[in-house]
């Protein structure tokens, strides 16, 4: 059994900052990529930014320039931190995971179960 375990969201002014973390943890064997999607109310789910096990980071357009994506592999830990937040990085946030449990040759992604990020106008 996986579990992805998210936290820090909250309330934040406009142009503040919030730093989100996600922990994976169980039977893993191996991580591959990791990132961060969000859900605004009457959206899809949309990627904000992801990172490779290697390191390589890909960022939404919105997200780039304000957001950055980090990761520690020995803690199967994935960081995203946001700053200069506007109204409309409000959402929930879903912490996503590529990642091979023991016992089995597939990856499989894993999604946390969310947090939410509210900016107010």
């Known amino acids: 059994q996986v579990q992805l375990v998210e936290s820090g969201g909250g309330l934040v002014q406009p142009r503040g900052s919030l730093r989100l973390s996600c922990a994976a943890s169980g039977s893993i064997f191996t991580v591959n990529s990791m990132g961060w999607y969000r859900q605004a109310p009457g959206k899809e789910r949309e990627l904000v930014a992801a990172i490779s096990s290697a390191g390589s980071t890909n960022y939404a357009d919105s997200a780039k320039a304000r957001f950055t994506i980090s990761r520690d592999n020995a803690k199967n830990t994935v960081y995203l931190q946001m700053n200069s937040l506007k109204p409309e990085d409000t959402a929930v946030y879903y912490c996503?995971?590529?990642?091979?449990?023991?016992?089995?040759?597939?990856?499989?992604?894993?999604w946390g179960q969310g947090t939410q990020v509210t900016v107010p106008s």
């Open positions: 996503t995971a590529e990642l091979r449990t023991t016992g089995t040759w597939s990856f499989v992604r894993y």
